[in-house]
Each structure stands twice: as C-alpha cells, then as structure tokens.
T-cell receptor
Framework: DADVTQTPRNRITKTGKRIMLECSQT?????MYWYRQDPGLGLRLIYY???????NKGEISDGYSVSRQAQAKFSLSLESAIPNQTALYFC??????????????FGSGTQLSVL | DQQVKQNSPSLSVQEGRISILNCDYT??????FLWYKKYPAEGPTFLIS?????DKNEDGRFTVFLNKSAKHLSLHIVPSQPGDSAVYFC?????????FGKGTSLLVTP
C-alpha cells in the first residue's frame, strides 16, 4: 500500500463546482503539503501544514482552502472551480528537516480537469 | 519570479554515457538543494541532495555538484541507463518549503 494516498486519481468537473481532493498518509509525518504541477511550470506550493493546528499559505493559495483533519489527513478544496485550476495536484509529507534537507514523499497525484 | 531555473526542458543521452542536468538559482539563502525524479503517472521521488556547505555529494551513479559562487548545481548520472528516462526536478530549500524548477525530461536511448 502507498504511504501517501491521494483520492481521487482523476476528476472532471464543471466551472463553479466545489471540489475536494483528499490525502492521507501512513508515514507518521507531521508535515503535509499540497502542490500543483502545470506543464512547463514545475511544481508550485499551494498550502502547507507543519502540524494539525498549523496551516500556512504557499505561493499560489488564492482560490484554494485546506483542512488538516488529523495528523494523517490533509484535504484541499476548490470552493468554486475555474478552468485555470486544471492541473495535476500532489500531496506530500515530510518528517521535518533532517540531514538531507526537507525530504518530501509524494502521493501519485490527482489529475483535475475543470471544464 | 522563479528562483530555481532549469533551462533545458529536455535532454537525450545514449545508454552508457553521462547525463548532465543543470539547475540555476537566484536566492543565496537556499541552504539545501535536492533532486527529484518523476515517472509518468507517479509522484516525484527523492533522488539526492546537497547541503549548501558542500560542493559535491555522491550516491552510486548519481553525483550532485554545487557551485555557490555561480549559483549553479548539476546532477551527473554515470552511466546512464534506459530506466533513468524520467523528468528530473531541481529543488531548493529556504525556510519552510521547497522551491522547484520546471523540470528537465531525460531520455536515455539504447
């Protein structure tokens, strides 16, 4: 079983709909992240959480919200989806900064298409 | 403005030869640099990292070189294998989270 699980793997929705992407982890890590990947733009940070009571915006948080329901669960919501939120979304975890730097463990991604 | 830049979108190398992937950065406060590898339909996986106080780190076929004065790092893969064909992301750490480059797609041909 994957250590970082994202659901759903694929989602097609319409403009204006509310969407939730879910992430759960069995690694026991405190830190969780949401990134999006767009062709030619690499990975950009949306939100991150260093523990259950700590939520922080990343560089592209507008139009998104998150919820850290438990140490193992971190969900990303699009309150009113728009076409330019079509992207590949990744959840990641880390157990804090170690000698390797901030080593992230990624889920397999959720491909979201907003029509 | 992008702080981590991978200016080569793609690279093709023959099996057995050396692959060199390059990365430039603008923020001198970055204290760790990491490389991630991504196959289609999978999430990125950690490959190798280097602290800003070092200039080289080696792990098997993979070596990362850091030139702080030039704000440049490179990943060397020797010898390259077809299974190395993937997208490689350079990332830099300062403070709370990683900044990623756009990625370089490596194709290793038999």
């Amino acid at each position: 079983d994957a250590d970082v699980t994202q659901t759903p793997r694929n989602r097609i929705t319409k403009t204006g709909k509310r969407i939730m992407l879910e992430c759960s982890q069995t690694k026991g890590h405190d830190r969780m992240y949401w990134y999006r990947q767009d062709p030619g733009l690499g990975l950009r940070l949306i939100y991150y959480s260093f523990d259950v009571k700590d939520i922080n915006k990343g560089e592209i948080s507008d139009g998104y919200s998150v919820s850290r329901q438990a140490q193992a669960k971190f969900s990303l919501s699009l309150e009113s989806a728009i076409p330019n939120q079509t992207a590949l979304y990744f959840c990641a975890t880390s157990d804090s900064r170690g000698p390797m730097g901030e080593k992230l463990f990624f889920g397999s991604g959720t491909q979201l298409s907003v029509l | 403005d992008q702080q981590v830049k991978q200016n080569s979108p793609s690279l093709s190398v023959q099996e057995g030869r050396i692959s060199i992937l390059n990365c430039d950065y603008t923020n001198s406060m970055f204290d760790y640099f990491l490389w991630y590898k991504k196959y289609p339909a999978e999430g990125p996986t950690f490959l190798i990292s280097i602290s800003s106080i070092k200039d080289k780190n080696e792990d098997g076929r993979f070596t990362v070189f850091l030139n702080k004065s030039a704000k440049h790092l490179s990943l060397h893969i020797v010898p390259s294998q077809p299974g190395d064909s993937a997208v490689y992301f350079c990332a830099a750490l300062s403070g709370y989270a990683l900044n990623f480059g756009k990625g370089t797609s490596l194709l290793v041909t038999p």
